[in-house]
């Protein structure tokens, strides 16, 4: 089992940058894929990133291409966001989530673990 705690969010204008971190304890985060998810008010939780258990590989969302950079530190056990170039619809927020088998996913159902989230608020 693994224990995950996010840090980083916070408020900023629209252009501003954020790095959200994902810090996690218990097991090992190498034997897991991980995915960092947001959720807006009255929306559903949407897939924003994902990272290969070494960090190889990693996934965006279309709408974060080229603004978003998703890295791991296993040695930290730790996984990063660096968000930049933040627009208002960025808002929401923002959960790392720890997947046990196979590869990343977009489907939240598909990770076992979850980090209780830190909020991200855009202004524009």
């Known amino acids: 089992q693994v224990q995950l705690v996010e840090s980083g969010g916070g408020l900023v204008q629209a252009g501003g940058s954020l790095r959200l971190s994902c810090a996690a304890s218990g097991r090992t985060l190498s034997s897991y894929a991980m995915g960092w998810f947001r959720q807006a008010p009255g929306k559903e939780r949407e897939f924003v990133a994902g990272i290969s258990r070494s960090g190889d590989s990693t996934y965006y969302t279309d709408s974060v291409k080229a603004r978003f950079t998703i890295a791991r530190d296993n040695a930290k056990n730790t996984v990063y966001l660096q968000t930049n170039s933040l627009k208002p619809e960025d808002t929401g927020v923002y959960y790392c989530?720890?997947?046990?088998?196979?590869?990343?996913?977009?489907?939240?159902?598909?990770?076992?673990?979850w980090g209780q989230g830190t909020q991200v608020t855009v202004s524009s």
């Open positions: 989530a720890a997947k046990r088998w196979g590869m990343v996913t977009m489907r939240p159902n598909d990770y076992e673990y």
